[in-house]
């Protein structure tokens, strides 16, 4: 099994389950290569469902794919929580949610330093505890 070292973000998932997405294509090819190194949070999921009921899709077909897959879906712990609501402050300006904080401070608890992810403008601007860039996939 690989090592969980890229954090998954809801766009991908979106793209993925979305043929008409713009992302569609490129997140498909790297799917494959990226998918069993992937690990995502609740708020993630949440973000992801929403995202699908407001293009008239089933809520449930993100969570229904990750279940398939094996993706682990983590919970946050308290201090985690803290981190994350640290986060949303001090990227107001983009500004952060809940659900790119919380893979922000995840990434920090797990020293994860990639992210599979659409929103170029967030995880390029966001940094965690150790003030480094994410590297984003697909590139």
Do not use: K
Request: charged share 20%.
């Amino acid at each position: 099994m690989a090592a969980r070292d890229v954090l998954l973000d809801a766009g991908p998932i979106v793209a993925a389950l979305d043929p008409g997405d713009q992302w569609h294509h490129p997140v498909v090819q790297a799917w494959e290569t990226l998918i069993a190194r992937c690990v995502t949070t609740e708020a993630v999921v949440t973000e992801a469902c929403h995202l699908m009921l407001r293009g008239r899709q089933p809520a449930a077909l993100p969570l229904e794919l990750l279940l398939a897959i094996g993706i682990p879906v983590l919970s946050l712990d308290p201090a985690t929580h803290r981190q994350a609501a640290v986060l949303m402050r001090r990227f107001a300006n983009m500004p952060m949610d809940y659900a790119d904080a919380s893979l922000v401070a995840l990434a920090d608890a797990l020293e994860i330093e990639q992210v599979f992810t659409t929103d170029r403008r967030g995880f390029g601007t966001y940094r965690g505890a150790r003030g480094t860039a994410f590297e984003m996939l697909p590139a």
